[in-house]
């Protein structure tokens, strides 16, 4: 059966897997060590700066995650996503300086704060149709670092203002997270690294879960069917406006998550991490990494820090033209436009679609199926991006 | 769920539009008196008088660039995020002309002018025609994406230092008015006048021209106007052309007070966006008069914020929230702005 199914154009694949077999266990099983085993190995390999970036990276995934999830899988479009990340950082910040949380204390009440603050924002603009909520956020995104110098009510006093404040209590690794991860017998800066590097990947190790299950959820198909078929989704049940008032919310919250995670990591916050340059920034690493992806979020992440590091060198190496570093920024902006011509879905589908010549999974037959037509099986693709089959489409 | 209003006849499109507007345009106007009253009774005619004046120029230069983002709204019901930078980069491309080559400011102007709307046409057909207008995201990165590379092409050219800019007016000190004490400059009347005369030319050409025809047959029915023999594609640059000129007389009218550097009209463009909302986002002259309210407010607000006790915090830089929380109550409220036609689909 499955061979006339999957019949495709092109070569045979060079590898065929059926799901639910040893040999596809062993083939995940791998594909999974490629993302972990790097992930566990490389703060004890790379210099401690780098460890630091990558924390970041882990920071701006969480962040990416959030915006992912208006931009990617509803459809709708945020382009001041950065707002709530500064939100959430400066919360954190806030409440370890002044009422001396803990960061794990201050994760939930970012996520509260932010949450609220994203249904607040994002209220008027969810109700209509069209491209009001990129108008809005993107006037929240020019607000919000002036918001934080306004000096009525202690604001500017408790942000700092113009030059941000650094954390007063330092993230400090335990004993026990020492002898765990073997910090011992390395230096201080190096093990401050390590350890907030696995602290941060851990949180975002959560929130990458708790998307992954949101997707799954009927929440996340809603979505889904919210972006693919808005008519469809609301002849199905779906209430319309609340749902992408609640999505927009929630991924505000995911975003505030990513703020707190970013100021625990650089010990500070200051207006510049989270204006415009850096809602420039996020987006072109979610559109270039993959929008509607998972896998996107935390590659995106990585764009996000380390193109900052290769902009200026990549544009200075351009022969025969002398471009001075202000260029790099251009370099942003030339990505974000060249995406929807060059990689409409992303680097992720991008590798999707070379794995998909050479690997082939094909898909067990669902269990109990009423009135199921056989060879209607979604294909493994279709199954992940949650593409509502028969909305119309 | 997408209740979609029939248009008015577009025969007496005009006085319908004023008429669905009005109630809702006495109530923000007396709101405005009635706020107006203590500042007046409180800082004396003079002062207030002075505020008034200085809120022509910026109500002149929003709604000039207000109009730029209607007219492509109209048309596409898309936002041009690049506008703002798009009128940035022919404000310099102005001051090159006028400072560096010498070429007197009005020539300076009208060239920047004519280039940007070639390179607005450009943008238009290289860019934005090869997607599908009701598929929003790949516009708006690219728009996003276009307002970056113009903002950094800027800094590298002519640097991140403010530039003085010319004024295409008289604009000495002692070039003014003084009317009950207050003064009013040259250069506020020159640039009320200009917006005047832009204002009349965009109407005419939309009005009284094939292409303007076009362009509006275009902005109601996309499918009904390519039906009919429209060439949809290059009525849109067409409107894409005009839009980069007007936003580029609006940097340039502005530029001599702000002054010259890469993200001055990024700031301006939050405004524009309000006035633009506030007037109703598909009409031109609602836009106008959304801008004047909104320099209204900001002048009042970040005027008189200064002397009023408890409000000293209101810095000028605060009148940005202001826009913003303005956007947000019109949307809120009154999506479709005060003139705007009711083709705003809820959902």
Not at chain 2, 268 to 285: E, Q
């Amino acid at each position: 059966m499955s061979a006339v199914v999957f019949s495709q154009r092109g070569r045979a694949p060079l590898l065929t897997f059926r799901e639910g077999t040893g040999q596809h266990r062993i083939y995940q099983t791998v594909g999974w060590a490629f993302l972990v085993v790097p992930l566990l190995v490389l703060p004890y390999v790379l210099p401690s700066f780098r460890v630091a970036q990558l924390a970041q990276c882990a920071a701006w995934a969480v962040a990416i995650l959030g915006m992912n999830m208006v931009i990617g899988w509803s459809g709708l479009i945020s382009l001041g996503h950065i707002a709530f990340v500064g939100l959430g950082a400066y919360t954190t910040m806030i409440l370890i300086n002044y009422d001396r949380f803990d960061l794990w204390m201050t994760l939930p009440v970012a996520f509260v704060i932010c949450f609220l603050f994203g249904a607040l924002v994002g209220l008027p603009a969810l109700k209509i149709r069209g491209l009001y909520l990129a108008l809005v956020t993107l006037a929240l995104a020019y607000t919000f670092p002036i918001l934080l110098k306004i000096d009525q009510a202690g604001i500017a006093k408790h942000t700092g203002g113009d030059n941000g404040r650094t954390l007063t209590e330092k993230t400090q690794p335990m004993g026990w997270a020492r002898s765990l991860l073997h910090l011992n017998g390395r230096n201080g800066p190096t093990q401050v690294a390590i350890y907030k590097y696995f602290i941060m990947v851990l949180i975002a190790a959560v929130c990458f879960l708790l998307m992954r299950n949101i997707l799954k959820s009927r929440a996340g198909r809603a979505m889904i069917a919210i972006r693919d078929n808005p008519i469809g989704a609301a002849v199905s049940g779906v209430p319309l406006s609340r749902q992408k008032v609640l999505i927009f919310a929630l991924s505000a919250a995911f975003a505030g998550i990513g703020g707190s995670m970013m100021a625990v990591v650089l010990d500070s916050v200051g207006p510049t991490t989270f204006g415009f340059t850096y809602a420039i920034l996020t987006l072109m690493g979610l559109v270039l990494a993959g929008v509607g992806t998972l896998h996107g979020c935390w590659l995106g992440g990585l764009f996000v820090v380390f193109l900052q590091d290769l902009a200026p060198r990549l544009v200075k190496d351009v022969p025969f033209v002398d471009l001075k570093v202000i260029y790099a920024e251009a370099l942003y902006g030339i990505v974000l436009v060249l995406v929807p011509f060059l990689m409409p879905r992303g680097i992720v589908a991008f590798a999707r679609s070379i794995k998909g010549r050479l690997i082939r999974v094909i898909p067990a037959v669902p269990r109990r199926v009423e009135g199921a037509v056989p060879g209607l099986a979604p294909t493994p693709a279709r199954a992940e991006l949650g593409t509502t089959v028969g909305l119309g489409q | 769920m997408t209740a979609i209003a029939a248009r008015p006849n577009p025969l007496r499109g005009l006085p319908v539009r004023l008429r669905r507007g009005s109630t809702i345009m006495w109530l923000v106007c007396a709101v405005l008196l009635i706020a107006l009253v203590p500042p007046i009774v409180d800082g004396g005619k003079t002062l207030f008088l002075q505020r008034l004046f200085d809120c022509l120029n910026n109500g002149a230069v929003y709604s000039v660039t207000a109009i730029a983002l209607v007219l492509i709204f109209k048309a596409t019901t898309l936002i041009n995020f690049a506008q703002a930078n798009i009128a940035m980069f022919g404000a310099y491309l102005c001051w090159q002309f006028a400072v560096k080559s010498g070429w007197p400011v009005w020539m300076a102007i009208i060239a920047a002018m004519a280039i940007m709307a070639v390179a607005g046409a450009g943008i238009e057909r290289v860019l934005i025609r090869p997607f599908d207008p009701s598929d929003h995201l790949p516009v708006v990165l690219i728009t996003f994406g276009l307002a970056a590379i113009l903002e950094a092409f800027a800094g590298g050219i002519w640097g991140t230092e403010f530039l003085k800019f010319p004024s295409p007016f008289p604009a000495q000190a002692k070039d003014r008015y003084t009317i009950g004490g207050a003064f009013l400059r040259y250069e506020t009347v020159g640039t009320l006048i200009m917006m005047v005369v832009m204002l009349a030319a965009v109407f005419l050409i939309l009005k009284r021209t094939k292409i303007g025809l076009a362009f509006r047959a275009v902005s109601s029915n996309v499918e009904s106007a390519r039906l009919v023999g429209v060439r949809t594609g290059r009525t849109l640059q067409f409107g894409w052309a005009l839009a980069a000129a007007l936003s580029v007389l609006g940097a340039t009218l502005v530029a001599r007070q702000t002054n010259l550097d890469p993200a001055f009209m990024a700031k301006l463009v939050i405004f524009a966006f309000a006035a633009a909302t506030l007037g109703g986002l598909d009409s031109i002259g609602g836009s106008v008069i959304g801008a004047f309210v909104v320099a209204l407010v900001q002048s009042m607000l970040t005027g008189y914020g200064q002397e009023i006790p408890g409000l000293s915090w209101l810095k000028s830089n605060f009148a940005l929230v202001v826009a913003f929380v303005l956007i947000m109550v019109v949307l809120l409220f009154k999506p479709t702005g005060l003139y705007g036609t009711r083709r705003i689909e809820r959902v």
